[in-house]
């Protein structure tokens, strides 16, 4: 239903067209998050005053006891060291191709991967940039930038396919706009059946990533596999579009 829904918001009918743009939207983030989404990043536990919350962390909290012991006293919270789970932030970029034909399967994948993005970013408290490529990388929405999960969605069904496939361009784009992010963890997360029309070898600007993941159709992944391994990125293919928050839950695990 999605990939027909994608395409019918395009209609020349404004009235059909409008109705169209309206629901999309919705219904991709509504089958987003009803999948798993699980946040980006591995928690980890950091220690802080047992009066702020969190596990009480008896091994870290006995020098302050026995202090306050020997002073004739219970051990006031503030002196306590307790223990709590911190997941850190991670800055995402998704590089969307959208070279030749965006046909509705493309489109409704697109969208599906920015809502699903969009959303664990959110709820990790990540920075999350969204570029479209084919001949040149085009920024549809720049790291940093406060684009609700609704409204990120709209641009990429918004995109127009044509033209040359240059991952090169993709790749440094996306190292461009996460040179800027607080985060630690930096992912650029290519969707993309990685067949090259160009004549730059894009290897060199994706082995200066930090981390790179490939969304490959399963129908054509023969070059996405083959770029993938050359890059040292993980790759997944995917058969089925309810299948992409899940793809997306493996290759995000830390």
């Known amino acids: 239903m999605l990939p027909l829904l994608a395409l019918m918001s395009r209609a020349t009918d404004p009235a059909l067209r409008a109705r169209v743009q309206a629901l999309v939207p919705r219904l991709v983030l509504e089958r987003a998050r009803s999948g798993p989404h699980g946040r980006i990043g591995a928690g980890r536990l950091r ?79 990540g920075e999350l940039a969204v570029v479209a490529f084919d001949r040149r990388a085009e920024t549809v929405v ?33 190292r461009e706009q996460l040179a800027g992010a607080r985060a630690r963890r930096r992912i650029t997360l290519l969707l993309s059946d990685c067949r090259v029309t160009d004549d730059v070898d894009p290897l060199p600007a994706a082995r200066g990533l930090d981390e790179l993941l490939v969304v490959a159709p399963a129908s054509d992944d023969d070059e996405a ?30």
Do not use: K, N
Not at 143 to 159: D, I, K, N
Not at 227 to 247: H, I, K, T
């Open 47 to 125: 220690p802080t005053r047992a009066d702020r919350g969190g596990d009480l962390d008896l091994d870290a909290s006995l020098e302050a006891v026995a202090v306050a012991r020997g002073e004739g006293r219970p051990p006031a919270l503030d002196e306590l060291t307790a223990s709590v789970w911190e997941r850190p932030a991670t800055a995402l970029c998704l590089l969307v191709d959208r070279s030749g034909s965006m046909d509705g399967r493309r489109l409704a994948t697109a969208a599906m991967a920015a809502a699903a993005c969009a959303l664990r970013s959110a709820e990790s408290g």
């Open 142 to 174: 720049a790291l940093g930038t406060a684009s609700p999960a609704r409204r990120t969605v709209e641009r990429v069904l918004g995109l127009r396919g044509h033209g040359m496939t240059s991952l090169d361009a993709a790749l440094r784009a996306a």
């Open 225 to 254: 596999r083959r770029f993938a391994r050359d890059a040292g990125a993980r790759m997944a293919s995917l058969d089925a579009l309810a299948e992409l928050p899940a793809v997306l839950d493996r290759l995000l695990a830390p």
